[in-house]
């Protein structure tokens, strides 16, 4: 990311900054890494360390049916029960230690408590809905086909337009960064980037919540709730700068690489993080050397899995997608193109697919929640 900046803040970090009562305000350092990678510096109406009370803690852990898969796998998404508390509407469907891969349909807003997932970032793709993402760091709208991405520890809450709310989540317990080899040495994204600073979208609208009373905080942490209680709102910054915020990035902004013949997934890179990659496809012209094979090739899935979320569109690679589908193809054995649809391929010039990538580099366990929506027999689809 980078620099941004909302609301009052002192000319000098570190230094007296002070009310209109006299009073100072309340500095806090977010920071990453310790002190060596990126962070904000926010300032407080009052202390953030003013906790009246902590519950019991209670487990969220991935409930796991299956943790050597080794068979192609195919879920509808859509098929996850809408439910109206965001947290309870969250259902992890793939999951390895460096990445828990999750569905949500959510009905309500988050109006009683605020969220914060301690372990891990988070890239929450919206599928279907809109609505607000309302943070320390102010508020991002978003809507369909929106990547928002919340680094851990922000306190936030959803707030949704509509009742009708699909997500596909990501959570990552390493940071989720743009890929290094789109940026330079200054972190500035190069010039043959698919996107640039210009498509991401910070927060604006700082609110400054000058409140005392009792708020519910849940706070995540491996694999567990936290119910906490604070004095004062969150949500009480009267300014902050820095490199670290909630931001968010459309789909629809994600500008293909294409060329004379197929092109690798990696072109379709969109973020990184330790042990994945997640990558967009969407609308595109196909290849055009003049024996171009527009299907992808059969590829051997030699050191990752593959989870590709079907979001809209058609796709010419596979037969009977629906919206909000899941497939997962595991290391150790090769996949590609249905039968049949090389040849129909051939001679098309563009394609109108819309869909979500992430690459494991570890296996992916599957959890009782993905079963329970699963197309069995998928890994026959190739024969029948």
Known sequence: MHYHTLGNIPHKRHTQFRKPDGTLYSEELVSTEGFSDVYSLVYHMHPPTLISKIGTPYSVAPEIADDKNMMHRSLEGFKIDRRDDYLHSRKPVLVNNDVYISLAAPRESMTDYFFKNSSADEVIFIHEGSGTLKTLYGKLTFGYGDYVVIPRGTIYQLHFDTPSNRLFIVESFSPVRTPKRYRNHFGQLLEHSPFCERDIRKPINLETHDEKGEFSILIKKQDHIYPYKYATHPFDAIGWDGYLY??????????????????????????????????????????????????????????????????????????????????????????????????????????KELAVMVDTFRPLKLTKQALDIENEGYWRSWVE
């Open 246 to 351: 909630p931001y968010a990035f459309s789909i629809h902004d994600f500008e293909p690489i294409t060329g004379r013949v197929h092109q690798p997934p990696p072109v379709h890179q969109t973020f990184e993080a330790g042990g994945f990659v997640i990558c967009s496809f969407v609308p595109r012209l196909y290849d055009y050397h003049p024996d171009s094979i527009p299907a992808p090739y059969n590829h051997s899935n030699v050191d990752s899995d593959e989870v590709l979320y079907y979001v809209d569109g058609d796709f010419m690679s596979r037969k009977h997608v629906t919206r909000g589908m899941i497939t997962l193809h595991p290391l150790g054995i090769p996949h590609g193109p249905h039968p049949g649809t090389v040849e129909k391929s051939i001679g098309a010039k563009e394609t």
